[in-house]
Each structure stands twice: as C-alpha cells, then as structure tokens.
C-alpha cells in the first residue's frame, strides 16, 4: 500500500501525481535541481492507498517541512512526454496530476530536504508569474494571475509536433 503510482505500460510510463500551488506576496512556491534547467510544482507521485488529497498534504510536508491544508482542486492536468532523468530518459510518460490550492500560513517558512528520483539534491524557490525562468507547468503563468473558482482542464502531448 505504498508503493508509487507510477507503472510501466508497454514502452512507456503512467505516472499519477499531485501537485501544490503554494502562493505568497504573489510569488509561487516551485522546485528546481542542480539536473534540470527549469523549475516544477511542489508534489509528487500518489501512492497506492492514499486519496490525491492525502498526498498532496504529505507531499507538501515532505518538501517544505510544513503541514499544510488543502484549499481546494484548481487544475486536472494530462500531459504527454518524454522523460529526461537517468531513470526514464527518452521514455514517452503519461502522466495525469491534480493541481491544488494549498491554504498557505502568515508565518510560512519552508525548508527543503529533498531529492529527485535519481538521487538530485532539491530546493525551494519563490518565483514571480512574470518572471522569466521556465516553470511546469507552463498554465500556471497565465491561469494563476486570474485564478477562478472553477476545476480547469488542461491537456499537452509533446508526440504532437
């Protein structure tokens, strides 16, 4: 019961994930590596057993050192493409991820101890919508700065060129 949700299906990968949208002083909370040139969501895999809301709260916790509460789904995400650790390198992964709005406390201050897959060093980093950095999921740059109370859906495949 806590093994990842993430299997292989015929050549390829299904990855189920949660991710966090952890906002302050209109600033995103996102993770980057010393491996990758872009930065991704706070969040990971769920495991077998848990709810995505249960693993969003342990996700969280494990990448900030914060227990935080669940505000509410903001984004379904099914994306397409190829993976780029020494894992699943050049693999096509089908990944779906539920985006939430984490409720984030006045005195929030996240610690990061974590590490990728491959055994990366992880870290935290407060990044601006207008900031020119390349963040995952691309969405969240237009669709946090007017956030609506609604479920959005979102779909990319990169085997469509």
């Known amino acids: 019961m806590n093994k990842d949700m993430c299997v292989p299906c015929d050549d390829g990968i299904l990855n189920i994930r949660v991710g966090a949208i952890i906002m ?10 010393e491996r990758d040139n ?7 895999r769920i495991k077998f057993g848990e709810t995505a809301e249960e693993a969003i709260v342990r996700e969280v916790f494990e990448e900030t050192g914060v227990k935080m509460e ?9 994306n397409y493409f ?4 020494p894992l699943n390198l050049g693999k096509l992964i089908y990944e779906v991820c539920f985006y939430f ?12 101890h974590s590490f990728t897959e491959g055994n990366t060093r992880e ?8 900031e020119d950095v390349k963040i995952y999921p691309e969405f969240f740059r237009t669709e946090l700065k ?16």
């Not at 709005?101 to 990061?112: G, Q, W």
């Open 146 to 161: 007017n956030p609506t109370d609604t479920v959005k859906h979102f779909v990319n495949d990169e085997r469509i060129r």
């Open 70 to 78: 669940v505000g509410r789904l903001g984004f379904v995400h099914e």
């Open 123 to 130: 870290f935290l980093k407060w990044v601006s919508l207008n």
């Open 38 to 44: 872009y930065l991704y969501s706070v969040g990971g």
């Open 101 to 112: 709005y984490m409720k984030t406390p006045d005195a929030f201050a996240p610690l990061s």
């Open 24 to 33: 302050k002083d209109g600033k995103i909370l996102m993770v980057g590596n």
């Open 82 to 85: 190829y993976g780029d650790s």
